[in-house]
């Protein structure tokens, strides 16, 4: 199978060691398990570190200032909002099921077909009228090469603002696997994915956009395809769907008109906060698509303190982003480019995130020892001469 190169934990860059000890502490349970295939999103129920983790992004400042027995009642009421499932095929010869099925919640139904004449990743939404979108930055090797595609499978009734709902969709879309037609007799890959639900291109968004967003990771393997010898045959395809129950991470709106907020504030617990900003010119102003982290007010302090005290052995907390920026096909090397930065405190933020205009990113947020995680899909249109044909959709899950 491909080697997983994306998969791995990011590099940091130096700390102080007892920051470096902190954090490995903190990475190692949390993300190590990515780079050997491991579903994403699956940290919430791997150790009891993972789920300190998982708790921790589902509580409140104040929460997290509360006793050890309110702690207790935190953590399980973020399990219960943190919804992870698994689908699983997996055959050979005659033997198991050809496909499998998941929820995914408020949403719909994502389906994994393995046939020898037939692998697909299929999403079947509830409803037709709102706009449902799965993006996919697919992973393949190909004639020898690690390679990456952004893939979008999307699934609406009306296809434009103008659109008088006969130039949409089937009820049901989706992506192959497969890099040949008919389907190669042996191939592997793996993918990262955000799904996500808004109303649909005919219309306003206003603040109805109410659906958590969900990530996804996906692997596949089969080989033996072209033989005829059917005992010989074999696939396996898995995907993950993680979804935060109670938040939605994102920014949608259709129309320059459009009252949907141009930007939210999402609050990260111990770890600060995060902020989206997807917005159009305003009198004259450049317009602003980004994603922007600021650490605790605790934090910033000690911060501050740190770059006062004369003693060069004083760093501090460390607190940056490291950000895989996945935009069009090809090249891994090429079309994965990477970008780290530290919190400026004069700036009192860390550098801002630059939402692609048509793409993904995978953020990794470190505050402290504290890690977050991201997966956002982007498209935007800022400078179309018609207004109302100017949107924003963004979406983020937790990973």
């Not at 997983?4 to 130096?14: E, F, L, N, V």
């Not at 706009?131 to 609406?156: C, F, P, S």
């Amino acid at each position: 199978m491909m080697h997983h190169r994306c998969t791995d934990h990011p590099r940091r860059r130096p700390a102080a060691p007892g920051v470096v000890a902190l954090v490995l502490a903190v990475l190692l349970p949390l993300l190590g398990g990515l780079g050997g295939g491991a579903a994403a999103g699956a940290d919430g129920t791997l150790s009891p570190a993972a789920q300190a983790h998982a708790s921790s992004e589902a509580t409140t400042d104040a929460t997290s200032a509360a006793s050890a027995t309110d702690g207790a009642s935190a953590r399980t009421a973020a399990r219960r909002d943190l919804r992870t499932s698994t689908l699983l095929v997996r055959w050979r010869g005659n033997r198991g099921e050809r496909q499998d099925s998941v929820t995914v919640p408020g949403i719909g139904v994502l389906t994994a077909v393995c046939r020898p004449n037939n692998t697909i990743l299929r999403l079947r939404p509830y409803h037709r009228s709102p706009e449902t979108q799965m993006w996919l930055a697919k992973h393949q090797n190909k004639r020898g090469k690690d390679t990456v595609a952004v893939k979008t499978v999307r699934i609406y009734r009306y296809a434009t603002a103008d659109d008088d709902g006969t130039g949409g969709t089937g009820k049901q879309a989706h992506e192959g696997l497969n890099r040949a037609t008919p389907v190669e007799g042996r191939s592997s890959g793996f993918a990262h994915g955000v799904i996500s639900q808004r109303r649909g291109r005919q219309a306003e968004v206003g603040r109805s956009n109410t659906l958590p967003v969900s990530s996804l990771y996906l692997e596949w393997y089969w080989e033996g395809f072209r033989r005829k010898d059917v005992k010989r045959q074999y696939c396996r395809v898995k995907a993950t769907v993680t979804t935060r129950t109670d938040e939605v991470l994102g920014l949608s709106w259709h129309g320059e008109d459009d009252g949907a907020p141009r930007r939210q504030v999402v609050d990260l617990g111990a770890a600060g906060s995060v902020r989206f900003t997807c917005r159009e010119s305003v009198d004259g102003s450049d317009p602003v698509q980004e994603v922007t982290f600021y650490p605790s007010e605790e934090t910033a302090a000690a911060i501050a303190e740190a770059l006062a005290d004369e003693d060069p052995d004083t760093d501090g907390p460390w607190v940056g982003t490291y950000v895989e920026r996945i935009e069009a096909e090809g090249d891994v090397r090429d079309h994965v480019v990477v970008e780290e930065a530290e919190y400026d405190p004069v700036a009192g933020l860390v550098p801002p995130v630059q939402l692609p205009e048509n793409g993904m990113l995978r953020i990794w947020y470190y505050a402290d020892g504290a890690v977050r995680t991201l997966i956002v899909s982007s498209y935007w249109i800022v400078n179309d001469t018609d207004p109302a044909l100017n949107l924003c959709e963004v979406a983020a899950a937790r990973f």
